[in-house]
């Protein structure tokens, strides 16, 4: 150093310099976010769901009501037997029905039924000019040579032309899951604005206002908790029929009441600190210190509060779907899928676990992401 | 019209209901003149009503009695839309430098809500013509204006909260602890912001706090209140030097002295016991059961500010 | 005579999202018996982090790094077990904080808290052994009526009385060391003078050392026996309580001591402050942390972090203008100091 003992200059600026990066409250809350890797799983979760429900549809063949008769109740992984010529393969359907398989997966057409002959228990269908036989005497049903009573060498595929396999109306269930977790999406995203705007627009006024207003607004939220939402959904169904809207609008007007609530917690305790307090000796009108002032700082609970409902609202959307009185067919839902699948659970438990293990999915990435954001927003950590 | 003062308090009274049967006597009777370009500082115990004076003046609560008069308008009784134009010429500088800021704005923002809200600008960016400069007069630079508060450290926070509120140009300051918070090194920073302000502009201060030693150097009169009463007022070096009201004596006796060959001399803590509670406020004079000179008549008849010469009032039966 | 406890390079740091925030940057002290040792400094300056790592009573983020070394009566503590930390705790080194609300339990009354302290560490008390002894401590911190406040509930008391409960608390076991976190910073002046003449009291009873925590330099002058002045993690100087206020030798102590007012300030006179603000300790400066702030500061102290200079004894700085080759101009405040 040449001047060791020169006189530092520092001027006004270094010393009140900040050295922290400047980052946004909300740069802040994702900077935490996203060091947390369930958070970040969850986050990736609903991606995913979000393009399979809007994008997948595109990319699938069938429709949500695109019924086949010819291939009812088929599995995603299935056991054929192998033709005799080794072009195709075999499928045994549930309703003993057989139906041409070939080497890649795809399904194809049924065989026609030749004949039955009764004493052998062995019906001979038509394979391309060659007879083939299926064996029904003894479970599990086989594909038999005819002639030798020599059941066929055996193996099992993967269902190529229905990935999921087809439900018992010979629906595509891949496609209608899509459908499904969009209908269960868009149920869980319009209750969330819904419960936003209402939440937070009640709830800030009442806490806002306090005394007499307060107290009356929140007999009405406590009215509202208090009726039960499925017979509240059956009322509602009555009056504007059963479907998606009804749902909806059942969702749109309880489920606010929980945020109502959060907000205006939040908003009694913030009403008195000093920033509210500056912002009314400024002269701030009311519609300033509401949303420019309290909402703000009460979106850390309100963002955690939605997170948190968002599953419960896709659970009732099931639920309701489950009992029969959400949505009526062919539309799909994931809770109307898992209600069809219930009857044939013992022959194709497939039919019910796809669409639950969805909706655990859906669960499961929203909770991840609401427990991500609380930690993110809670001020405990901050440092 | 000049030596109007620019804010008359008379009677001020202030009580809180809580519950059905119990009220908090916050302030009872306290009446003062705060002249213009002047300081009047409010010393006391936490408790003793000062802040609660501060803000029933500030009309953020209602008054229970007694009458506030700012720069000849009596503003008692004034509802929040008749008083929005007056607050032009009243702000208030908070104690908590942490809380008195929203933590969701850049001090742009922040700096800015007054301007907006009583329209002297339209948008943002009009006011950047007047938040800048004011960045620069408390010691901050154009840089900070886009930061967000919880940035910043106590003193750069309260000298955001000083410049929100000397945006407006006002004539009165409320400042309520304003450095209580902070630390002693960023104390002197924003007393002599406060103090050059007050010369350039005019600005009055009504200045509460509890370090004695602060309230004496930035007042020009000093009033010392207990349990929502004004027990002393008069002239800040003469209160100082020449207390008369045993609390005074007491509360002055009770500084730690930055100097520790006369800290020992000290023998014993200059004042026994707690406030009471000002929901049951003793009968009397508010102070006779901490008073080491108090009589019988003390505790029957409460004593009224009286003038013991040269302006120097005092509420106590010994003087 | 051994010190009661040895703080050697202490480093602890906490690590956040926005990085290792180093609060205390390796400090050295040492306490000795029956002493009141006062630590001043601002927020920030790792002040109250420095006496939360001794008990280890840190957030979990906190990491005291390697090479740290807190030796309580001769016993090294930073490698004690928590266990063995909590048999300490309170009977041998007892703690008091700013907010006493928040170290005791609001539905038990607080006589009962008291003898809980000591039971904790000495159970074979029996039950009238113990109301008595706690009753002795109200006495002692002169809590009127200790009878029956002995069966009242935290929140039936006011903050000063609060404090006092917690004092009763620390001296239960009558513990060789004392911590007290700025237990006078939230009570009012008459409060904090009652409280301070309390500790001289009990501290002379006892014999027991007390650290005291404080931003405020009256309140050291009237209770420290020394006094440690820290600034961003470091100690920046040390002294004997005269020796600080006749001779302070660091440009921060002489800074804090310019910048407060005394009942004699002339009020035309504006006061000194110290220009700026506190360092941040997630990004600390590689020289003296004071220089930016510092009126005489030079182009190395920016660039390197001074040593300790010894300028008295039992007093030393860490300022670069107190080395011996420092030139004695104008803008040395030390200049006469350092000639002989």
Same mark, same amino acid.
């Given at each position: 150093?040449?001047?060791?003992?020169?006189?530092?200059?520092?001027?006004?600026?270094?010393?009140?310099?900040?050295?922290?990066?400047?980052?946004?409250?909300?740069?802040?809350?994702?900077?935490?976010?996203?060091?947390?890797?369930t958070?970040?799983a969850g986050l990736?979760l609903i991606?995913v769901l979000?393009?399979?429900?809007?994008?997948?549809?595109?990319?699938?063949?069938?429709?949500?009501?695109?019924?086949?008769?010819?291939?009812?109740?088929?599995?995603?992984?299935?056991?054929?037997?192998?033709? %005799?010529? &080794?072009?195709?393969?075999?499928?045994?359907?549930?309703?003993?029905?057989?139906?041409?398989?070939?080497?890649?997966?795809?399904?194809?057409?049924?065989?026609?039924?030749?004949?039955?002959?009764?004493?052998?228990?062995?019906?001979?269908?038509?394979?391309?000019?060659?007879?083939?036989?299926?064996?029904?005497?003894?479970? %599990?049903?086989?594909?038999?040579?005819?002639?030798?009573?020599?059941?066929?060498?055996?193996?099992?595929?993967?269902?190529?032309?229905?990935?999921?396999?087809?439900?018992?109306?010979?629906?595509?269930?891949? #496609?209608?899951?899509?459908?499904g977790t969009?209908?269960s999406l868009?149920v869980a995203?319009?209750a969330v604005?819904?419960?936003?705007?209402?939440?937070?627009?009640?709830?800030?006024?009442? &806490?806002?206002?306090?005394?007499?207003?307060?107290?009356?607004?929140?007999?009405?939220?406590?009215?509202?908790?208090?009726?039960?939402?499925?017979?509240?959904?059956?009322?509602?169904?009555?009056?504007?029929?059963?479907?998606?809207?009804?749902?909806?609008?059942?969702?749109?007007? #309880?489920?606010?009441?929980?945020?109502?609530?959060?907000?205006?917690?939040?908003?009694?305790?913030?009403?008195?600190?000093?920033?509210?307090?500056?912002?009314?000796?400024?002269?701030?009108?009311?519609?300033?210190?509401?949303?420019?002032?309290?909402?703000?700082?009460?979106?850390?609970?309100?963002?955690?509060?939605v997170t948190m409902l968002i599953p419960s609202a896709i659970f009732m959307e099931a639920f309701?779907?489950y009992?029969?009185? &959400?949505?009526? %067919?062919?539309?799909?839902?994931l809770g #109307?899928?898992c209600?069809?699948?219930?009857?044939?659970?013992?022959?194709?438990?497939?039919?019910?676990?796809?669409p639950a293990i969805v909706i655990c999915l859906i669960m499961f990435g929203f909770n991840f992401i609401g427990d991500g954001?609380?930690?993110?927003?809670?001020?405990?950590?901050?440092? | 019209?000049?030596?109007?003062?620019?804010?008359?308090?008379?009677?001020?009274?202030?009580?809180?209901?809580?519950?059905?049967?119990?009220?908090?006597?916050?302030?009872?009777?306290?009446?003062?003149?705060?002249?213009?370009?002047?300081?009047?500082?409010?010393?006391?115990?936490?408790?003793?009503?000062?802040?609660?004076?501060?803000?029933?003046?500030?009309?953020?609560?209602?008054?229970?009695?007694?009458?506030?008069?700012?720069?000849?308008?009596?503003?008692?009784?004034?509802?929040?839309?008749?008083?929005?134009?007056?607050?032009?010429?009243?702000?208030?500088?908070?104690?908590?430098?942490?809380?008195?800021?929203?933590?969701?704005?850049?001090?742009?923002?922040?700096?800015?809500?007054?301007?907006?809200?009583?329209?002297?600008?339209?948008?943002?960016?009009?006011?950047?013509?007047?938040?800048?400069?004011?960045?620069?007069?408390?010691?901050?630079?154009?840089?900070?204006?886009?930061?967000?508060?919880?940035?910043?450290?106590?003193?750069?926070?309260?000298?955001?909260?000083?410049?929100?509120?000397?945006?407006?140009?006002?004539?009165?300051?409320?400042?309520?602890?304003?450095?209580?918070?902070?630390?002693?090194?960023?104390?002197?920073?924003?007393?002599?912001?406060?103090?050059?302000?007050?010369?350039?502009?005019?600005?009055?201060?009504?200045?509460?706090?509890?370090?004695?030693?602060?309230?004496?150097?930035?007042?020009?009169?000093?009033?010392?209140?207990?349990?929502?009463?004004?027990?002393?007022?008069?002239?800040?070096?003469?209160?100082?030097?020449?207390?008369?009201? @045993?609390?005074?004596?007491?509360?002055?006796?009770?500084?730690?002295?930055?100097?520790?060959?006369?800290?020992?001399?000290?023998?014993?803590?200059?004042?026994?016991?707690?406030?009471?509670?000002?929901?049951?406020?003793?009968?009397?004079?508010?102070?006779?059961?901490?008073? @080491?000179?108090?009589?019988?008549?003390?505790?029957?008849?409460?004593?009224?500010?009286?003038?013991?010469?040269?302006?120097?009032?005092?509420?106590?039966?010994?003087? | 005579?051994?010190?009661?406890?040895?703080?050697?390079?202490?480093?602890?740091?906490?690590?956040?999202?926005?990085?290792?925030?180093?609060?205390?940057?390796?400090?050295?002290?040492?306490?000795?018996?029956?002493?009141?040792?006062?630590?001043?400094?601002?927020? =920030?300056?790792?002040?109250?982090?420095?006496?939360?790592?001794?008990?280890?009573?840190?957030?979990?983020?906190?990491?005291?790094?390697?090479?740290?070394? !807190?030796?309580?009566?001769?016993?090294?503590?930073?490698?004690?077990?928590?266990?063995?930390?909590?048999?300490?705790?309170?009977?041998?080194?007892?703690?008091?904080?700013?907010?006493?609300?928040?170290?005791?339990?609001?539905?038990?009354?607080?006589?009962?808290?008291?003898?809980?302290?000591?039971?904790?560490?000495?159970?074979?008390? =029996?039950?009238?052994?113990?109301?008595?002894?706690?009753?002795?401590?109200?006495?002692?911190?002169?809590?009127?009526?200790?009878?029956?406040?002995?069966?009242?509930?935290?929140?039936?008391?006011?903050?000063?009385?609060?404090?006092?409960?917690? !004092?009763?608390?620390?001296?239960?076991?009558?513990?060789?060391?004392?911590?007290?976190?700025?237990?006078?910073?939230?009570?009012?002046?008459?409060?904090?003078?009652?409280?301070?003449?309390?500790?001289?009291?009990?501290?002379?009873?006892?014999?027991?050392?007390?650290?005291?925590?404080?931003?405020?330099?009256?309140?050291?002058?009237?209770?420290?026996?020394?006094?440690?002045?820290?600034?961003? =993690?470091?100690?920046?100087?040390?002294?004997?309580?005269?020796?600080?206020?006749?001779?302070?030798?660091?440009?921060?102590?002489? =800074?804090?001591?310019?910048?407060?007012?005394?009942?004699?300030?002339?009020?035309?006179?504006?006061?000194?402050?110290?220009?700026?603000?506190?360092?941040?300790?997630?990004?600390?400066?590689?020289?003296?942390?004071?220089?930016?702030?510092?009126?005489?500061?030079?182009?190395?102290?920016?660039?390197?972090?001074?040593?300790?200079?010894?300028?008295?004894?039992?007093?030393?700085?860490?300022?670069?203008?107190?080395?011996?080759?420092?030139?004695?101009?104008?803008?040395?405040?030390?200049?006469?100091?350092?000639?002989?």
């Open positions: 150093m040449d001047d060791k003992w020169g006189m530092l200059e520092s001027t006004n600026e270094d010393r009140e310099k900040i050295w922290k990066k400047n980052r946004t409250f909300a740069g802040d809350v994702w900077f935490r976010f996203r060091h947390k890797p958070a970040i990736i991606l979000l393009v399979f429900a809007f994008a997948g549809p595109l990319f699938t063949h069938y429709s949500y009501s695109d019924q086949n008769l010819d291939v009812v109740n088929i599995p995603p992984v299935m056991r054929v037997y192998e033709a %005799p010529d &080794g072009q195709a393969c075999f499928y045994v359907t549930q309703a003993l029905k057989v139906l041409r398989v070939n080497n890649d997966g795809t399904l194809d057409t049924q065989l026609s039924k030749l004949r039955e002959d009764y004493t052998a228990g062995v019906a001979i269908f038509d394979y391309d000019g060659t007879e083939v036989g299926l064996s029904y005497f003894v479970t %599990p049903y086989e594909m038999v040579d005819p002639e030798t009573m020599e059941a066929y060498p055996a193996r099992t595929v993967l269902n190529r032309s229905y990935l999921f396999g087809t439900d018992s109306l010979g629906r595509d269930i891949l #496609t209608r899951l899509m459908y969009r209908v868009m995203f319009i604005i819904v419960n936003m705007v209402i939440g937070i627009l009640f709830g800030g006024i009442s &806490g806002y206002a306090g005394g007499m207003v307060d107290t009356v607004m929140m007999r009405i939220v406590d009215i509202i908790s208090t009726i039960p939402l499925t017979l509240y959904v059956i009322l509602i169904m009555v009056i504007m029929g059963s479907g998606l809207q009804s749902i909806i609008v059942a969702l749109g007007t #309880t489920y606010w009441v929980g945020m109502a609530r959060v907000v205006r917690g939040q908003v009694l305790s913030l009403k008195n600190q000093e920033f509210v307090m500056a912002a009314k000796t400024i002269g701030s009108s009311t519609k300033t210190i509401l949303l420019q002032h309290l909402v703000p700082n009460s979106m850390g609970s309100i963002l955690v509060t309701l779907g009992l029969g009185i &959400g949505l009526q %067919p062919p539309l799909a839902s #109307t899928m209600n069809d699948a219930t009857a044939n659970l013992r022959t194709c438990p497939y039919q019910l676990f796809i954001l609380r930690d993110a927003l809670d001020p405990k950590l901050k440092k | 019209m000049k030596d109007q003062p620019i804010l008359e308090v008379t009677g001020l009274t202030k009580h809180f209901k809580i519950g059905r049967k119990q009220t908090v006597h916050a302030v009872d009777g306290v009446s003062f003149t705060l002249k213009r370009g002047k300081t009047l500082g409010l010393v006391g115990e936490s408790g003793c009503g000062k802040s609660t004076c501060a803000r029933t003046v500030i009309r953020m609560y209602d008054v229970t009695a007694g009458k506030v008069v700012l720069d000849g308008t009596d503003i008692t009784d004034m509802d929040q839309k008749q008083l929005k134009p007056l607050r032009r010429k009243m702000q208030m500088i908070f104690q908590d430098p942490y809380a008195s800021l929203n933590a969701r704005m850049t001090v742009r923002d922040i700096i800015a809500e007054p301007l907006l809200a009583h329209g002297i600008v339209r948008t943002k960016t009009q006011a950047n013509d007047l938040v800048y400069p004011m960045l620069e007069q408390v010691g901050l630079t154009k840089e900070h204006a886009n930061r967000y508060a919880h940035e910043f450290s106590g003193g750069q926070r309260q000298r955001v909260g000083i410049a929100r509120a000397l945006v407006l140009q006002p004539e009165l300051i409320i400042c309520d602890e304003p450095i209580s918070a902070l630390d002693v090194s960023i104390q002197a920073q924003v007393i002599n912001l406060l103090k050059d302000f007050q010369e350039e502009q005019g600005v009055s201060y009504l200045f509460i706090a509890h370090d004695l030693s602060m309230v004496r150097y930035v007042s020009d009169d000093v009033g010392v209140m207990y349990l929502g009463q004004l027990v002393e007022v008069c002239e800040a070096d003469e209160i100082y030097r020449h207390p008369l009201h @045993p609390y005074t004596k007491g509360l002055l006796g009770s500084i730690p002295i930055a100097n520790p060959r006369l800290a020992r001399q000290k023998v014993k803590s200059s004042m026994e016991g707690d406030i009471p509670s000002p929901i049951n406020p003793p009968s009397g004079c508010r102070f006779h059961t901490r008073c @080491p000179y108090a009589t019988d008549r003390c505790a029957q008849e409460t004593p009224v500010l009286k003038d013991a010469g040269g302006g120097h009032f005092v509420a106590c039966h010994q003087v | 005579m051994q010190p009661v406890l040895e703080i050697e390079n202490l480093r602890t740091s906490f690590m956040t999202s926005s990085g290792e925030v180093q609060a205390v940057r390796g400090v050295s002290f040492s306490v000795d018996k029956g002493e009141i040792l006062g630590i001043v400094g601002e927020s =920030g300056s790792g002040k109250s982090v420095t006496s939360m790592s001794v008990l280890r009573l840190l957030a979990d983020t906190a990491v005291i790094k390697e090479g740290s070394s !807190i030796r309580f009566e001769g016993q090294e503590m930073t490698s004690l077990t928590k266990k063995q930390l909590r048999a300490i705790r309170g009977e041998k080194i007892a703690m008091i904080f700013q907010d006493p609300m928040s170290s005791l339990n609001p539905l038990i009354p607080v006589g009962k808290q008291v003898e809980e302290m000591i039971r904790e560490h000495h159970p074979e008390k =029996g039950k009238e052994e113990l109301k008595r002894a706690a009753l002795e401590l109200f006495e002692k911190v002169r809590i009127p009526e200790p009878e029956r406040r002995y069966k009242s509930y935290p929140h039936e008391f006011s903050g000063g009385m609060r404090q006092r409960v917690m !004092i009763a608390m620390a001296l239960a076991n009558k513990p060789d060391l004392l911590i007290a976190d700025e237990p006078t910073t939230a009570l009012d002046v008459t409060i904090q003078d009652q409280i301070l003449h309390q500790l001289r009291e009990l501290d002379k009873e006892y014999g027991t050392s007390i650290i005291f925590i404080t931003h405020d330099l009256g309140v050291v002058a009237e209770l420290c026996d020394r006094v440690v002045v820290m600034y961003g =993690g470091l100690v920046m100087e040390e002294a004997m309580i005269d020796d600080l206020f006749d001779h302070p030798a660091h440009p921060y102590t002489m =800074g804090l001591l310019a910048s407060m007012p005394d009942l004699e300030q002339d009020k035309s006179v504006r006061l000194t402050p110290i220009p700026g603000s506190p360092p941040d300790m997630t990004n600390p400066p590689a020289g003296c942390p004071f220089a930016p702030r510092c009126p005489y500061a030079r182009n190395l102290c920016a660039a390197e972090l001074p040593d300790f200079v010894e300028t008295g004894e039992r007093h030393r700085s860490r300022c670069f203008l107190q080395y011996p080759d420092a030139p004695a101009d104008g803008n040395n405040p030390f200049a006469h100091t350092s000639g002989k």
